[in-house]
C-alpha cells in the first residue's frame, strides 16, 4: 500500500505544496465529539490558502454532542498541520488533517474539546516538574463480524450477530460447513484454519501504517465470533490519542471494504470475553525513565508506586471516563479475564495495574491500567489516568501490597478485602461526581466539561437504558 503518512509539514505553504504534489482535491478537516467519535466537513483546495489554514474554518457547534447551545453555535476548527494524511478510504485524493476547536469571539481555545484537554495535560505534567513526557501504549481489542442487526421500538428491542468464526455456527448449513470455529473462550493464537482473520489483519497493519501508524504485532484474540487485537507502538499522549481514532477509521473501512463490519463495543457476545483496551503507561524526563528500580518490587521506582496508588485510589472515578459505556459493566464482571479488583501484580491479569515483566530494562519498565475499554473518548481517558497518577505522586499515596496471587481462588474472606471496581455506569458517574479535584488541577478538566460529560451520559444513556424493558425479562416474568 502506498504511504498515505504525510509526515514533517509543519507551515501552511508545506501543506499546499504537499496537496499539489499528491493531487490532493479535497481537504479534510477532523475534530472529536464529546463522546469520543470523529466528525468532520471537507474543503476542496480550490478554497483552501495559508489563511484558512492558520485562522481556521467555521462550523455549527451546536449540531455537535456536547458542546454549544443553538445561540452560541459559530465555532472554529483549527488545522494542526503536523497530523496531516492522505485518506485511505476516499475514491478522490483526499487529506485529512486533526484540528483543534477554537471560540471565535474570545480567540481561545474550547475547554470543552476533548484534544484541549489532552493537551493541557502535557502541558500540566511538565508544569509540575516531576516529568516532561508520558508515553501511552494502548491495546485495542476489537470484534469483526459479518452480520449485525438491531432495532428498538415501542414495542420491540432485539439485536442478532453473526460471524463465520461463531462457534454458534458449527450445526448451521454452509453448503459446507468445513467447522474450524473457535470454541469460546479459545479464540487466543490459533493458527489458520481456524483463525480466518489472518490476511484481513494484515491488510488493517498495512493500512495503519500507510498512514503513519508503527504496529508492532497483530493476532487473534481469545472470544470466539472474530475478536482480533492489533498492537500500535506506544507515544506520547495527544499523538497517541490521536491515533486511536485514526486506528479505528482504519479498521473500520478495511472491514467495510472487504464485506465485514468491526466494533470496538466492549462486550458484544454474551458469554465470552468482551473487549478491552489496557492502557500502558510511563513517565520520562530529560530523556530518562522514571518508573524503573532494579531493587524495588517488579523493578518499579517509589515515584511508579506513587502513581499507581494514584490510580487505584482514583479508579471508580476515572471509569467515569475510561469505561463510560453501560454496556462497559457487561465486561467488568468476574471471569472472562476481566480486571474487576483494584489492586495491583506484576504479571497477574486479574489484578487492575498490572505490571508486564517481559523485559527488565529501564526504557521498558511500565505499568498496564487494564480497566479501560476502547468505548471511551481516549482525550478524556489518557489525560484522566495522567492526572490520578501524578496526584499519587504529589500526595505519596501507597497502593498497598501487591497482590501475586490467583484473586478468584482467595477465600471469600480474604476477597472481600480487595476492593473492586464500579458494578455500573450509574455508580462510576457518581464515583466521578464526588472524586474530580484531582483532574481539576492547572485546569486541566473543567468543572464545566465534567458536569457536562455527567448529565449527558446520565441523561443520554443511563436514563434510556434503565427506561427501556430488557429482551431477558420477558424470558423472566412473562408468565408471573
Known amino acids: 500500500m502506498a504511504d498515505r503518512a504525510a509526515g514533517g509539514l509543519s507551515t501552511p505553504k508545506d ?104 493537551r493541557k495535560a502535557e502541558e ?4 509540575t516538574g516531576i516529568a516532561d513526557t508520558s508515553f501511552w501504549g494502548p491495546e485495542l481489542e ?29 450445526g448451521r448449513e454452509e453448503m459446507p460447513n468445513l467447522g474450524y470455529k473457535p470454541r469460546s473462550k479459545e479464540g487466543y493464537f490459533p493458527v489458520a484454519p481456524t483463525d480466518t482473520m489472518q490476511d484481513l489483519r494484515t491488510e488493517m497493519v498495512l493500512a495503519l501504517e500507510g498512514v503513519g501508524i508503527r504496529v508492532e504485532a497483530h493476532h487473534h484474540e481469545v472470544a470466539t465470533g472474530g475478536q482480533n487485537e492489533i498492537d500500535m507502538r506506544f507515544g506520547t499522549l495527544v499523538k497517541m490519542a490521536d491515533q486511536v481514532l485514526k486506528y479505528k477509521y482504519v479498521l473500520k473501512n478495511v472491514a467495510k471494504a472487504n464485506g465485514k463490519t468491526v466494533t470496538f463495543m466492549p462486550k458484544p457476545l454474551f458469554q465470552d470475553n468482551g473487549t478491552g483496551m489496557h492502557v500502558h503507561q510511563s513517565l520520562w524526563k530529560g530523556g530518562t525513565p522514571l518508573f524503573f528500580e532494579e531493587k524495588g518490587y517488579a523493578s518499579l521506582s517509589q515515584l511508579a508506586l506513587w502513581y499507581i496508588g494514584g490510580i487505584l485510589k482514583h479508579a471508580p472515578a476515572l471509569l467515569g471516563f475510561c469505561a463510560p459505556t453501560t454496556n462497559s459493566y457487561r465486561r467488568l464482571v468476574p471471569g472472562y479475564e476481566a480486571p474487576v479488583n ?24 511500565r505499568l498496564e491500567f487494564r480497566c479501560p475499554d476502547p468505548s471511551g473518548n481516549p482525550y478524556f481517558s489518557f489525560a484522566a489516568c495522567l492526572m490520578a497518577g501524578l496526584d499519587g505522586i504529589q500526595n505519596k499515596i501507597d497502593p498497598g501490597k501487591p497482590l501475586d496471587v490467583d484473586i478468584y481462588e482467595l477465600s471469600p474472606r480474604e476477597a472481600r478485602r480487595v476492593k473492586q471496581v464500579p458494578g ?19 485546569d486541566v478538566f473543567t468543572k464545566d466539561l465534567i458536569m457536562t460529560w455527567l448529565d449527558y451520559k446520565r441523561t443520554k444513556e443511563v436514563d434510556p437504558i434503565r427506561l427501556r424493558p430488557h429482551p431477558y425479562e420477558f424470558h423472566l416474568y412473562y408468565d408471573i
Open 124 to 127: 500540566y505534567l511538565k508544569s
Open 15 to 118: 501543506v499546499l505544496s504537499y496537496a499539489q504534489a499528491q493531487g490532493v482535491k479535497m481537504l479534510d478537516l477532523r475534530f472529536v465529539d464529546m463522546p469520543g467519535i470523529w466528525q468532520h466537513f471537507s474543503v476542496p483546495m480550490s478554497e483552501v490558502d495559508e489563511g484558512s489554514l492558520t485562522k481556521g474554518f467555521g462550523f455549527d457547534g451546536s449540531s455537535i454532542r456536547g458542546f454549544q447551545t443553538i445561540d452560541e453555535s459559530d465555532m472554529l476548527v483549527v488545522p494542526d498541520l503536523g497530523t496531516a494524511f492522505l485518506d485511505p478510504a476516499t475514491a478522490v485524493p483526499t487529506l485529512c488533517i486533526i484540528c483543534n476547536i477554537k471560540d471565535p469571539l474570545s480567540g481561545q481555545w474550547y475547554a470543552r474539546d476533548p484534544r484541549y484537554v489532552a
Open 424 to 442: 455500573s455506569l450509574p455508580e462510576a458517574l457518581d464515583a466521578l461526581e464526588g472524586d474530580h479535584q484531582f483532574l481539576l488541577k492547572g
Open 142 to 170: 476489537f470484534f469483526v463480524f459479518d452480520d449485525i442487526r438491531y432495532g428498538q421500538g415501542i414495542n420491540n428491542g432485539f439485536y442478532f450477530i453473526d460471524s463465520v468464526e461463531g462457534s454458534w455456527n458449527t
Open 342 to 365: 483494584l489492586a495491583y501484580s506484576q504479571r497477574n491479569r486479574s489484578a487492575a495495574v498490572r505490571i508486564p515483566m517481559y523485559f527488565n530494562e529501564p526504557h521498558a519498565k
